[in-house]
């Protein structure tokens, strides 16, 4: 069953998902040849409490850190290591979401590391693009497959694909609620937007085929073929005036990222 939220509801989510920005933002300057990903971890983490919030991700079904950081060909859920080490001209990309007095916000980005390929930079270029296409179909009366579509047709045209097995999904007073909002799909179908719906958005777009499967850790994925892989989410809200990006501040200009 899909849940509006009240505006006061909303505030609320908008105040978990400024948590969130804050934190991606810290890390994201953080990043560099070198660091180890667990410091990732631990920045997000106590980031977090000084605000008295809480990281989302860590023990929901097991998972056993509160950042996901995937680097490369790895798509989703890659676990933070205080031996993994980032290295010149990797993509990284960072999975956050926090809890905040009842209720939740997630976002996620994929970064360069140092100097980066031109295949690389077109990857998050046209996957972060895909993001702020889909989020521009935020509004009452279009359907869930105008999202969808939206982000399928940009990342095709540029010869990337869409993963299929993971998806964007509703969000409110838990982490994961109806619906689920697939990167791929038909416009005009779905269900139809209505003011206070809330979804993460969250394109994960392949260099090569959109196939994945899950490590030996049973998180981490990563492309079958070994291709690249970025990943860009933020939490949108359905209102009368257009999309409301959650997870970002309201004054931000320009990219959504």
């Known amino acids: 069953?899909?849940?509006?939220?009240?505006?006061?509801?909303?505030?609320?989510?908008?105040?978990?998902?400024?948590?969130?920005w804050g934190a991606l933002e810290k890390m994201r300057g953080m990043v560099r040849p070198g660091l180890a990903t667990k410091e990732l971890d631990e920045c997000a983490e106590a980031y977090t409490a000084e605000r008295h919030a809480?990281?989302?991700?860590?023990?929901?079904?097991?998972?056993?850190?509160?950042?996901c950081t995937s680097i490369n060909n790895e798509v989703v859920h890659g676990i933070p290591s205080p031996t993994r080490r980032l290295r010149e001209g990797d993509i990284l990309s960072m999975d956050?979401?926090?809890?905040?007095?009842?209720?939740?916000?997630?976002?996620a980005l994929t970064v360069p590391v140092g100097k980066i390929s031109p295949e690389r930079e077109k990857l998050l270029r046209v996957t972060r693009e895909s993001l702020e296409r889909a989020i521009e179909k935020v509004r009452p009366g279009?359907?869930?497959?105008?999202v969808s579509s939206a982000v399928q047709q940009w990342v095709e045209q540029h010869g990337f694909s869409v993963v299929r097995e993971f998806v964007g999904h509703g969000i409110g007073t838990r982490m994961h609620e109806d619906p689920q909002v697939p990167n791929?799909?038909?416009?005009?179908?779905?269900?139809?937007?209505?003011?206070?719906?809330?979804?993460a958005i969250e394109p994960m777009v392949n260099v090569g085929?959109?196939?994945?499967?899950?490590?030996?850790?049973?998180?981490?994925?990563?492309?079958?073929?070994?291709?690249?892989?970025?990943?860009?989410?933020?939490?949108?809200?359905?209102?009368?005036?257009?999309?409301?990006?959650?997870?970002?501040?309201?004054?931000?200009a320009g990219p959504c990222w």
């Open 184 to 199: 791929y799909g038909a416009p005009g179908q779905g269900p139809r937007l209505q003011e206070g719906m809330v979804l």
């Open 142 to 146: 279009n359907r869930l497959g105008d």
């Open 54 to 67: 809480h990281p989302a991700f860590k023990g929901y079904r097991g998972y056993p850190s509160s950042v």
């Open 1 to 20: 069953m899909v849940v509006c939220k009240s505006a006061a509801e909303i505030e609320k989510m908008h105040r978990a998902g400024l948590i969130v």
């Open 209 to 252: 085929g959109p196939g994945v499967r899950v490590l030996e850790d049973e998180w981490t994925a990563v492309t079958e073929d070994g291709s690249d892989s970025a990943h860009f989410e933020h939490t949108v809200a359905v209102t009368s005036n257009g999309p409301w990006i959650l997870t970002r501040p309201r004054d931000a």
């Open 96 to 107: 956050f979401g926090v809890e905040l007095e009842g209720y939740f916000a997630d976002a």
